[in-house]
């Protein structure tokens, strides 16, 4: 069984910083693609950013230069730090990953987080 753990959500004044963490644990063969997620009450949950095995990133618009995500493979974790938050970045961030758990696949199944409510105030 697998899990995803976030943790470092909190309440932050506008222009502050947080990192979040997310660790995957349980039978792990490998990771792929991991990213975070974001929804905001009433609406639609977003990608926030990606990074694949190799590191590539990807970011949504509103958040580049202001977001960083980063991984460490060793430890199946993947992190997102924040900076210069904004009133609009409040809403609950997910932790997503494509996770192997047969030995000498390629393929790998969707697992999500519980979630971390960050909240900017202004």
């Known amino acids: 069984q697998v899990q995803l753990v976030e943790s470092g959500g909190g309440l932050v004044q506008a222009g502050g910083s947080l990192r979040l963490s997310c660790a995957a644990s349980?039978?792990?063969?490998?990771?792929?693609?991991m990213g975070w997620y974001r929804q905001a009450p009433g609406k639609q949950r977003e990608v926030v950013a990606t990074?694949?095995?190799?590191?590539?990133?990807n970011y949504e618009d509103s958040v580049k230069g202001r977001f960083t995500i980063s991984r460490d493979n060793a430890k199946n974790t993947v992190y997102l730090q924040m900076n210069l938050l904004k009133p609009e970045d409040t809403a609950v961030y997910y932790c997503?990953?494509?996770?192997?758990?047969?030995?000498?696949?390629?393929?790998?199944?969707?697992?999500w987080g519980k979630g971390t409510l960050v909240t900017v105030s202004s």
């Open positions: 997503n990953a494509d996770i192997v758990t047969v030995v000498g696949s390629p393929w790998g199944m969707d697992y």
């Open positions: 990074i694949t095995s190799g590191g590539s990133t």
């Open positions: 349980g039978s792990i063969f490998s990771i792929n693609a």
